[in-house]
């Protein structure tokens, strides 16, 4: 078997810097189990009775009954579309079984990462429908008889799995209040039909390394206790170093390198595609860094797609002291099976950002949309309300931004890249 070298041994930093990106996913990931798993199961109680313990409940499913905000900021990049329904896996003393209710006409997925953010299964509309059903996960060394009643049967590649669920939801009190009796149906129970729930030590608190880079000290336990549990993809080999001077220099390298790095214009008119991955991210190792670092949990493109603009038609980093318009023409806005939004974030953080109108993104679903008379769709990204009849998306002011428009469940054009994207122009 041919093995892709993540890193040549010119020197011992190059050997680092290669180590760092190669495992850099893996502590994103730990970090993001750390700061999204709960302290607190409903019958069970606390994971430990001292708040500043690490243990946490894994197996268990939490939720968000609301729509993401600037306040939140665990995640980077986070969606403003749906809520959330969130559970960490750990299958080392057996498979899991997720239930999910008939959740009618709704879009939802529940997407399966594994440690190395690989999105490698999901469930829900697009891929096994919307009625109520049952889901056995189990991990590589499994051999036990599936239940009559398992309507999916998933093979992880590993012990750790970070399931992501979303529900769409309009932002009404009477939706809000639907969408929440179906999220509290979904539950992850055993084989007999106990309670999966487990503690397990995240051995940090989810905010080292959300904004500079961890220890040395810290980042080598995390990397290499998920190493032991989530064996180096297929086809990689990973050269970890034994030199913590080195990883001192390599880990605030990689980690500013990965934030600052420009992406690729790949589809035109200052649009990029940061995350095009399927089911696997094969040999694009330092795109999976970038996009653990800030994208982490989001969904391969036949699911989702999120092209990406940092600049606009003239090459021109978005800034919120300029205005600018998305014109998409008469029947010419994206094709989905589902919906699309176009959502706003500071470049610094890569945050949502506060605006006195609250809105955090706009589309296909925005109540009072207008189009203009010859059916072309515009929209306006500026710091100050441009007015009435317009199509408003607010910008942070006097700060760099830049927007992603989702795809759920994208079209054709799409996903073989024809589509055309229209640029951002500065007015």
């Not at 008889?145 to 049967?153: C, G, I, M, R, T």
Request: charged share 25%.
């Amino acid at each position: 078997m041919n093995h892709l070298v993540l890193s040549l041994p010119t020197t011992d930093d190059t050997m680092a810097h290669a180590a760092v990106v190669h495992t850099l996913p893996l502590f994103e990931m730990m970090r993001m189990r750390a700061a999204t798993t709960a302290r607190r199961h409903p019958t069970l109680g606390f994971a430990a009775v001292d708040r500043d313990s690490r243990l946490r409940w894994v197996n268990q499913f939490t939720h968000t009954h609301r729509r993401l905000g600037p306040d939140d900021r665990e995640v980077v990049s986070p969606n403003n579309d749906t809520v959330f329904s969130n559970a960490w896996l750990d299958l080392s003393e057996g498979p899991v079984l997720i239930d999910s209710p008939d959740m009618g006409e709704r879009y939802w997925t529940l997407g399966l990462l594994d440690a190395w953010t690989n999105p490698f299964a999901y469930v829900g509309r697009r891929t096994t429908g919307n009625r109520r059903q049952r889901t056995l996960v189990h991990g590589p060394d499994w051999r036990g008889e599936v239940p009559a009643d398992v309507s999916n049967v998933i093979a992880a590649p590993g012990l750790d799995v970070w399931v992501i669920g979303r529900v769409l939801v309009d932002d009404t009190t009477a939706d809000l209040e639907q969408v929440r009796a179906l999220q509290t149906q979904i539950t992850a129970r055993r084989l007999d039909g106990s309670d999966a729930a487990m503690r397990v030590d995240t051995r940090l608190d989810g905010r080292a390394g959300a904004t500079t880079a961890p220890s040395v000290a810290l980042y080598r336990a995390i990397v290499e206790d998920a190493l032991a549990r989530n064996p180096v993809p297929e086809g990689e080999r990973l050269r970890w170093p034994d030199n913590d001077a080195e990883l001192a220099v390599a880990l605030p390298r990689v980690f500013e390198e990965l934030r600052e790095k420009e992406q690729p214009h790949a589809l035109g008119g200052g649009w990029a595609l940061p995350v095009a991955v399927r089911k696997h991210w094969g040999k694009e190792v330092l795109t999976r860094a970038r996009v653990a670092r800030n994208f982490i949990g989001a969904l391969g493109i036949e699911e989702a797609m999120y092209p990406t603009a940092e600049v606009d038609a003239d090459g021109q980093a978005l800034h919120g002291s300029n205005a600018y318009e998305l014109r998409f023409a008469p029947d010419g806005g994206p094709r989905v099976g589902a919906f699309w939004s176009l959502t706003m974030y500071r470049r610094s953080d890569c945050l949502l950002v506060a605006n006195p109108i609250h809105r955090h993104s706009i589309g296909d679903r925005t109540p009072g949309l207008r189009r203009e008379a010859d059916g072309s769709l515009v929209i306006r990204l500026q710091a100050d309300d441009p007015g009435p009849g317009g199509n408003w998306l607010p910008t942070p002011p006097g700060e760099r931004f830049f927007v992603v428009l989702r795809l759920y469940q994208p079209q054709r054009d799409h996903l073989d890249f024809h589509y055309a994207y229209p640029p951002l122009r500065r007015l």
